[in-house]
């Protein structure tokens, strides 16, 4: 602990040397000659003020930003729902090589019959996961795999002559769920959680109605619970005709365990880029492929990758097809950094991932509980929900204090406020690729962060110390964003 202090000290004192801007020092750099083959007209009345300084003063700018970024290659990244595991490095490797890189989708399919191989049997991969009989990898995010599939179910029913436009949805859910159906025409139904934050399965026969379509469920939900009656929900469903969709956001638990297929799923999503590792962060880059049962296969987006003849084809004949959901086939990088990845794993490893994801997050909440709330027991999934409440009624810190505090730690927060139905939530995730070290560590900070909050409560308040910019208020940047750079010029 007496280290962490120092290290704190040493960051904040070197912060507060950078908190006026970044003082880069001038360097004696000649003026370039302007040409005279430019007509006088064309040129500036006066020069353009652009910075100058040698590569040595640029190269150490950026490098000094990039120390700044919380990464997974730097920093330990408990996100959770984000699955930030550390992303081996030849997936990138894979990724950059040249035939790879230098194809292009307008290509004459006889040129790229690599990249349609890596395509097609990333697909026969995703199925044999998902024990689901066909997969589009054309989303381009989790959200979009949603929007997508749920376009597909909504085809599905018009095929059939049904107008269907309700999906159920737990009230564990993540928010681009509700919105993914909102932006494909149907209306949402909120299915309660029963107190053990599994789906309420009276709730859900209350609520079902021949106008159901679907229901979007997340196993192992956001709470970071399995919920074992998932064959029992499927059967509501099936029983009035509608699907039963599987948010995979969360397949680092399970895969290699259980198939959805088995369980009853109809429609799923993957992220490729959290499950199968690609950096990942901010908005982007990432993939959404979904996989399907036989009955929805038909109206899957078009073209579909395929092995013909012994050629890989683009096949457009699919005449129920919801058509393109996106420019071109999908999101090729991280296809590849996802085929990669599994097979540099193969089935025993894919199995481990998710074994070792599980243990990971119970260590972690076990050594949690005697510190803070533990809304929902032991054992969970690979992630788990911690709350602040007992700091927040005592002491006055909440959850976002905590989540600050940690950044001072050199640790990435955890998800907070999400979701929504535990208070002052901390959503823990910690993945398989870290240490015992790590883990340990961070329980010994979360236990100091709990001590404080009794002690010295005011460095929680004030946190983060250690950054350029240091606590901001969170309230007024959402009511006056300043969007603009330079906004006051
Ligand atoms: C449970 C769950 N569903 C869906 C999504 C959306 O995925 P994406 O961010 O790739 O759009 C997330 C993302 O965090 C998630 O955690």
Request: with cysteine; glycine share 6%; hydrophobic share 40%.
């Amino acid at each position: 602990m007496e280290k962490i202090d120092h290290d704190i000290k040493l960051l904040f004192e070197q912060s507060v040397e950078g908190q006026s801007g970044v003082n880069l020092p001038q360097c004696d750099v000649p003026e370039a000659s302007v040409s005279e083959a430019i007509p006088s007209a064309l040129l500036a009345a006066t020069p353009v003020r652009l910075p100058e300084m040698c590569e040595r003063e640029v190269t150490r700018h950026f490098t000094r930003l990039s120390e700044r970024m919380m990464s997974v290659d730097a920093n330990f990244y408990p996100l959770g729902s984000c699955t930030m595991k550390y992303n081996p490095k030849i997936n990138e490797w894979a990724a950059d090589l040249p035939g790879f890189t230098a194809g292009h989708p307008y290509q004459d399919v006889q040129d790229i019959q690599g990249s349609m191989e890596l395509m097609y049997r990333l697909r026969q991969l995703l199925e044999e996961i998902a024990g689901l009989s066909e997969v589009s990898l054309h989303p381009a995010a989790g959200a979009h795999g949603e929007l997508t599939a749920m376009m597909v179910v909504r085809a599905y029913f018009r095929d059939r002559g049904e107008n269907r436009d309700e999906v159920l949805i737990p009230d564990t859910a993540h928010g681009t769920n509700p919105a993914s159906c909102a932006l494909c025409g149907e209306r949402v139904t909120i299915v309660k959680s029963t107190p053990e934050g599994l789906v309420d399965l009276d709730d859900l026969a209350a609520k079902i109605t021949d106008n159901t379509a679907a229901m979007m469920i997340t196993n192992p939900n956001t709470l970071g619970l399995f919920d074992k009656s998932i064959k029992k929900i499927a059967d509501i469903l099936h029983q009035r005709g509608a699907q039963l969709y599987l948010d995979g956001a969360n397949m680092n638990a399970i895969m290699g365990q259980v198939r959805p297929g088995d369980c009853g799923v109809d429609v799923m999503h993957y992220n490729l880029h959290k499950t199968f590792s690609t950096p990942h962060g901010c908005g982007g880059p990432g993939a959404g492929p979904i996989a399907v049962a036989e009955h929805l296969a038909p109206f899957l987006p078009a073209p579909q990758v395929d092995f013909v003849d012994g050629k890989y084809v683009w096949d457009f004949n699919r005449p129920k097809s919801i058509g393109k959901v996106r420019t071109f086939y999908g999101q090729f990088g991280v296809m590849v950094r996802a085929y990669t990845y599994i097979r540099a794993l193969g089935h025993s490893g894919i199995k481990n991932v998710s074994d070792k994801a599980v243990l990971a997050a119970n260590y972690l909440g076990k050594k949690l509980e005697p510190f803070y709330t533990l809304p929902y027991p032991l054992p969970c999934m690979h992630e788990f929900v911690i709350s602040a409440e007992k700091q927040k009624d005592d002491h006055g810190i909440r959850a976002l204090d905590i989540a600050k505090q940690l950044i001072d730690y050199g640790i990435h927060p955890p998800t907070i406020y999400f979701p929504l139905i535990v208070s002052e939530c901390m959503m823990i995730e910690p993945t398989e690729t870290e240490t015992l070290e790590t883990l340990d560590r961070f329980a010994a900070i979360m236990q100091r962060i709990a001590e404080q909050a009794r002690t010295n409560p005011e460095l929680a308040h004030q946190a983060p110390v250690t950054t350029p910019v240091s606590r901001v208020d969170e309230v007024k940047a959402a009511r006056e964003p300043n969007l603009r750079w330079r906004y006051k010029e």
